[in-house]
């Protein structure tokens, strides 16, 4: 989720508070002295700078971790965080998949569909199974990022497919990706987008079609 803010804006904000913790013990030691910079003094305020800057990593690491979503849930703060900021996508998501293949009757191929999301400021991971069994898939790259030339949201992600019994038309594993547009009102989250996949495409059966996402309450 980190992708979503300025990273370059991140970088200097933790450089800055990260400068004036040092900055501050070498004061503190400078001024329990002469007056005079050394490298006895340097060396001095390293080791009180050392520990401060342990203790304030630790926090943005347990914010980022966990913390973060007390803000997120707070009643008024929460939904514009939700909204401008980043949305949070934990939970599962219930779907439809809307496939361009066409199945032994003539007729396109539906699927509902389960996606668990589990994000957090430093990472995103997700899985997805079709409800019917016949497919499991492991995502091995995701991301959530912000449009910013119009604020739009998009969750994007490649996975691994397993077929454990394949049909004779089928592949035991392939491969595929989709992008979904995040869209947020007063009462839902919902995703919606396309995606595509390498299978049999040999033989001309790669398929590609609608995904729709919504979180389950």
Same mark, same amino acid.
């Given at each position: 989720? =980190?992708?979503? $803010?300025? !990273? &370059?804006?991140? *970088?200097?904000?933790? +450089?800055?508070?990260?400068?004036?913790?040092? @900055?501050?013990?070498?004061?503190?030691?400078?001024?329990?002295?002469?007056?005079?910079?050394?490298?006895?003094?340097?060396y001095?305020?390293?080791?009180?700078?050392?520990?401060?800057?342990?203790?304030?990593?630790?926090?943005?690491?347990?914010?980022?971790?966990?913390? =973060?979503?007390? $803000?997120? !849930? &707070?009643?008024? *703060?929460?939904?514009? +965080?939700?909204?401008?900021?980043?949305?949070? @996508?934990?939970?599962?998501?219930?779907?439809?998949?809307?496939?361009?293949?066409?199945?032994?009757?003539?007729?396109?191929?539906?699927?509902?569909?389960?996606?668990?999301?589990?994000?957090?400021?430093?990472?995103?991971?997700?899985?997805?199974?079709?409800?019917?069994?016949?497919?499991?898939?492991?995502?091995?790259?995701?991301?959530?990022y912000?449009?910013?030339?119009?604020?739009?949201?998009? @969750?994007?992600?490649?996975?691994?497919?397993?077929?454990?019994?394949?049909?004779?038309?089928?592949?035991?594993?392939?491969?595929?990706?989709?992008?979904?547009?995040?869209?947020?009102?007063?009462?839902?989250?919902?995703?919606?987008?396309?995606?595509?996949?390498?299978r049999?495409?040999?033989?001309?059966?790669?398929?590609?079609?609608?995904?729709?996402?919504?979180?389950?309450?």
């Amino acid at each position: 989720m =980190w992708k979503v $803010f300025p !990273k &370059l804006g991140l *970088l200097k904000l933790l +450089l800055f508070i990260f400068s004036a913790l040092f @900055l501050s013990a070498l004061i503190l030691i400078l001024g329990q002295s002469s007056g005079e910079l050394s490298w006895d003094n340097f060396y001095n305020s390293l080791k009180i700078s050392s520990p401060i800057t342990l203790f304030f990593c630790s926090i943005i690491f347990v914010f980022g971790k966990w913390g =973060w979503r007390l $803000f997120w !849930k &707070l009643p008024f *703060l929460g939904n514009i +965080l939700h909204k401008a900021v980043c949305p949070d @996508l934990n939970g599962k998501w219930l779907g439809v998949v809307h496939s361009n293949y066409i199945d032994a009757d003539g007729k396109k191929v539906t699927k509902e569909v389960e996606l668990t999301i589990r994000a957090n400021l430093f990472e995103i991971n997700l899985s997805l199974r079709s409800l019917d069994g016949y497919q499991d898939s492991k995502v091995i790259q995701s991301e959530l990022y912000k449009d910013p030339r119009t604020g739009t949201f998009y @969750l994007s992600y490649v996975f691994e497919a397993s077929v454990p019994i394949p049909e004779e038309t089928d592949d035991r594993v392939f491969e595929g990706a989709a992008k979904l547009e995040i869209f947020i009102d007063d009462e839902n989250t919902f995703m919606q987008g396309t995606y595509w996949t390498n299978r049999a495409w040999q033989r001309s059966k790669n398929t590609a079609g609608l995904i729709t996402m919504k979180l389950k309450s």
